[in-house]
């Protein structure tokens, strides 16, 4: 299983990147997702993460309201809008996936994800 994400880059403070990511496998729909982030000397921390059937999702505190996660089965891709970044949101950002026999049931716990995207730069200016 691959992931693939794409979308970072550099952004003002108050503005606006939204990060995709796509598994190459078609039993996407079975794999619950999530999105970590990890800003340099720090660790890797929880972000957003998303249920197999989508209606369920949980955010960390610092991206909440400013963050969306959803996904699409049909393409077989997360997303991660950012909206009124800060500087402090300023990380290489992960997705995750692992597959899930419960539809309903987000994970934040980065240990419990068995795949890795290769991360993509997010850079917030103030």
């Known amino acids: 299983v691959q992931l693939q994400a794409s979308g970072g880059g550099l952004a003002q403070a108050g503005g606006s990147l939204r990060l995709s990511c796509t598994i190459s496998?078609?039993?996407?729909?079975?794999?619950?997702m999530g999105w970590f982030r990890q800003a340099p000397g720090k660790e890797r921390e929880f972000v957003a993460a998303?249920?197999?059937?989508?209606?369920?999702?949980q955010y960390a505190e610092s991206v909440k309201g400013r963050f969306t996660i959803s996904r699409d089965n049909a393409k077989v891709t997360v997303a991660l809008q950012m909206n009124s970044l800060k500087s402090e949101d300023t990380a290489t950002y992960y997705c995750?996936?692992?597959?899930?026999?419960?539809?309903?049931?987000?994970?934040?716990?980065?240990?419990?994800?068995?795949?890795w995207g290769q991360g993509t730069q997010v850079t917030v200016s103030s």
């Open positions: 995750a996936s692992t597959y899930a026999r419960r539809m309903e049931i987000v994970q934040v716990i980065p240990n419990e994800y068995k795949y």
């Open positions: 496998r078609r039993s996407f729909n079975q794999h619950r």
């Open positions: 998303i249920s197999r059937n989508g209606y369920n999702t």
